[in-house]
């Protein structure tokens, strides 16, 4: 019985989240269609809402678990967010299972879509309610973990924004790094305004003091590691040098205290 | 006649007694100076090890045994893969580099190798940024390495036991499995019957990865019909302070698996090490005892059978001095003789049987030389002194009595 409701709700899920007539019917019997996976996805992006992605396999007490947390808290994030359930072993299937790589992580899995297609949090095998909020984050984390999910550098540039013009200026040692052939490709430029309060938390992670006066320049790399933070201006030259100290010594800038961090070079 | 013709003709008179004394103290020697030589080089080899290593953790089936860590993957059995997405995604600091691996046998041009699979870092770095937000809070650069965009050296492979990226096509060979194959970079070789071009020979290690074929991790799965599994994951250069909890971390995470640290292996090369300078020091014991009463019974003997003549040497004039630095100068080439030749001999078993026995590089270590003829100098001089003195307090008249 409890099974079944479960299959119904994941049907009503993706009903309600997709907004379109996704039918959860038995993979041998379902027609060649496209993947109700992706279709949700450029649903909530284009909503600008989060999506809840939900991997499973096979119906066991995990899942189940999981599922029960998940589907009442989507009750209370109302129109913030939106779920799907996608069975991981169905050839519909194969593209989102596929572009995630869920074929080889351990599932039941929720994976937490921002609009802009960044994953903001992943949860494999068991989750509970509040773990579930800490996936919504502020713009610019999202924007910083969608390049770094795409393996880019990111230059984060937290300066106020004028009280006249709504456009950042952009440093031109930060502008020239970006322009560089080098880096061009793997580099991009998020700003954030150490006044907007949504971004409060990412500077608390980053430790970046937001009542500095002018601006701080935060370098991240892949998959976030903070590899150099300049307060005031800052040159192409500086971020070069501390992305090459950051290659050369994996303890760069670490705090890992005596007896030494990773191999001996 | 001097004193040492004296000495010289003296040695050469009871030849097989001498010979006697000669092996009991030269092969001590011999086995004291060849478990110290290979002792000293295996601990070289371990320390070196956990340098080169860093704070290094391993990932393995619960079944698996320890011995050596560059062949923990080459056991047999497997863990899931989704363990990698597990420890990727996990929350846990320190789990920056990740090298999972997949080995199976294969054959080539009739010489067997080992084809292992790896996961570069590229496919599950994203994953790692699944963690959300809280991941720049994590502590800052710790063991984590930067890769350059352009600037993928494949050959640090051999250094930093993780890559960037690799393609599906591309292999990258051990520097004994090049040369034995003659191959060398952009050559093409044909594994378990898929085209591959080698992408780079890897520098000499001196372990096993000299012998291995390096494949993507998935390309491996499908040559192997393994399906989505690993032998093991290492998880390179965290910290020390880090590792320490890591261990129990990762245990509670996937609580079907083996968690150790390259400490946890070292470890027990140490134990071995440990028991090896014991056993020198147990054979330094026995040949004291052994050796020493050797010596002793045999300048008692001597002395008792040479009594005539040293009565007659000590009518013609000879005073107790000299009777006692006879038998003393007899010792002291009987001691260098005996530790000389037993480094010598000592020397040769380690640097042959070295490699064999410990797997390791065994050289000469000539700052042994002076403490195996000290031991065995002062062992033979310590056991001849009462029978040298006996000799040298003989009354001459008594001596002649008998006859």
């Known amino acids: ?265 | 006649m001097k004193l040492q013709t004296l000495v010289l003709r003296e040695i050469f008179e009871r030849k097989s007694q001498l010979l006697t004394s000669f092996l009991a103290i030269l092969l001590g020697i011999t086995v004291i100076v060849s478990i110290k030589n290979i002792t000293y080089y295996s601990e070289k080899a371990v320390a070196r090890e956990m340098d080169s290593l860093g704070a290094n953790v391993l990932v393995l089936p619960k079944s698996a045994t320890l011995q050596d860590y560059y062949a923990a993957d080459m056991q047999g059995e497997t863990i899931p893969e989704e363990y990698v997405t597990q420890l990727a995604m996990s929350d846990l600091a320190g789990l920056d580099n990740l090298s999972p691996k997949l080995s199976v046998p294969v054959e080539l041009q009739g010489k067997t190798f080992t084809l292992t699979g790896i996961l570069p870092k590229s496919e599950f770095q994203a994953k790692a940024a699944w963690s959300g937000a809280g991941i720049f809070s994590r502590p800052i650069g710790c063991g984590a390495s930067v890769g350059m965009m352009g600037s993928d050296d494949k050959k640090t492979l051999a250094r930093k036991r993780v890559i960037e990226t690799l393609e599906d096509n591309e292999v990258l060979l051990g520097a004994d499995v090049a040369a034995k194959l003659g191959l060398k970079e952009a050559d093409r070789l044909e594994v378990l019957g898929r085209p591959f071009q080698v992408t780079a020979v890897l520098p000499q290690t001196g372990t096993v990865d000299d012998s291995r074929v390096f494949a993507h991790l998935h390309v491996v799965q499908d040559l192997s019909n393994q399906g989505p599994v690993i032998n093991a994951i290492e998880v390179i250069g965290c910290c020390q302070e880090i590792s320490k909890g890591l261990v129990e971390k990762i245990n509670r995470l996937l609580p079907d698996a083996k968690v150790v640290t390259i400490t946890q292996i070292a470890d027990a090369q140490i134990k071995i090490n440990r028991m090896m300078s014991n056993l020198s020091l147990m054979f330094l014991v026995i040949i004291v005892f052994v050796g020493g009463a050797s010596i002793a019974n045999y300048m008692y003997a001597n002395v008792f059978e040479r009594r005539r003549e040293i009565g007659t040497l000590m009518a013609l004039g000879a005073g107790s001095g000299l009777v006692l630095r006879i038998f003393l100068l007899k010792a002291l080439i009987l001691g260098a003789a005996g530790g000389g030749g037993g480094y010598v001999l000592g020397t040769v078993l380690a640097v042959v049987l070295g490699p064999k026995l410990a797997g390791v590089l065994v050289l000469p270590m000539p700052v042994l030389a002076l403490p195996a003829v000290g031991i065995s100098v002062a062992l033979a001089l310590a056991a001849s002194y009462f029978p040298a003195r006996r000799a040298a307090r003989l009354d001459p008249c008594a001596t002649f009595q008998e006859v």
């Not at chain 1, 596929?98 to 929720?110: A, K």
Request: hydrophobic share 45%; aromatic share 6%; net charge positive.
């Open chain 1, 1 to 265: 019985m409890t099974r079944t409701l479960l299959s119904l709700g994941m049907v009503a899920a993706a009903l309600s989240a997709t907004g379109a007539a996704f039918a959860q019917s038995p993979p041998g019997l379902r027609p060649a269609a496209a993947s109700k996976g992706m279709a949700a996805i450029e649903h909530a992006a284009a909503g600008g809402k989060y999506l809840f992605v939900f991997f499973w396999r096979e119906q066991n007490p995990q899942t189940d678990a999981m599922w029960n947390v998940l589907q009442p808290a989507m009750g209370k994030f109302g129109a913030a967010a939106e779920l799907v359930a996608v069975h991981v072993t169905d050839p519909a299937e194969k593209p989102i299972v596929t572009r995630f790589g869920v074929d080889r992580s351990p599932v039941p899995l929720v994976l937490a879509l921002a609009p802009n297609g960044a994953i903001t949090k992943a949860f494999p095998l068991k989750l509970d309610e509040k773990q579930l909020s800490q996936a919504f984050v502020s713009r610019g984390t999202a924007e910083c973990l969608r390049a770094l999910q795409a393996r880019k550098l990111v230059l984060l540039c937290v300066q106020s924004r004028s009280a006249y013009v709504r456009q950042v200026s952009i440093q031109p040692g930060v502008a020239d790094f970006a322009a560089d052939a080098r880096f061009a490709p793997a580099t991009e430029i998020v700003s954030v305004d150490p006044a907007d309060p949504a971004e409060a938390s990412l500077l608390r992670d980053l430790q970046v003091d937001p009542g500095a006066v002018g601006p701080t320049t935060v370098l991240l790399a892949p998959p976030g590691s903070v590899v150099g933070k300049f307060v005031g201006a800052v040159s192409k030259e500086q971020l070069v040098a501390a992305l090459q100290a950051a290659q050369s010594n994996p303890c760069a800038g670490g705090k890992c205290g005596p007896g030494g961090c990773g191999p001996k070079r």
